[in-house]
Nanobody, 124 residues
Framework: QGQLVESGGGLAQAGGSLRLSCAASERTLSTYPMAWFRQAPGKEREFVSAISRSGTSTDYADSVKGRFTISRDNAKSTVDLQMNSLIPEDTAVYYC?????????????????WGQGTQVTVSS
């Protein structure tokens, strides 16, 4: 069973930056379309960003567009999320997700494989 493991979360001040990384345990899994979601306390899990198999196509939620950048390195089996200009509203547990075929990248139902999540806290 393939696994995804997130790292890089932590505490940042508003205006600061953090870089999250998601590592896939299997080579096959690392070539799937992948995405980042986040869930704040008391809220639904929401889409943040997605990237295609090759990395040539990306998608972002309006709330992070221009501030976050998703990238992947298939040779290293990793997908990263560079988060700049952080705001307190970015505070959440961030999850990476993957599936062999993804029709609608913004839906949680599109993904079969999920990581355990990493906490990001942004102080004002």
């Amino acid at each position: 069973q393939g696994q995804l493991v997130e790292s890089g979360g932590g505490l940042a001040q508003a205006g600061g930056s953090l870089r999250l990384s998601c590592a896939a345990s299997e080579r096959t899994l690392s070539t799937y379309p992948m995405a980042w979601f986040r869930q704040a306390p008391g809220k639904e899990r929401e889409f943040v960003s997605a990237i295609s198999r090759s990395g040539t196509s990306t998608d972002y939620a309006d709330s992070v567009k221009g501030r976050f950048t998703i990238s992947r390195d298939n040779a290293k089996s990793t997908v990263d999320l560079q988060m700049n200009s952080l705001i307190p509203e970015d505070t959440a547990v961030y999850y990476c997700a993957a599936n062999r075929a993804v029709i609608t990248p913004t839906l949680t139902e599109s993904y079969r494989y999920w990581g355990q999540g990493t906490q990001v806290t942004v102080s004002s």
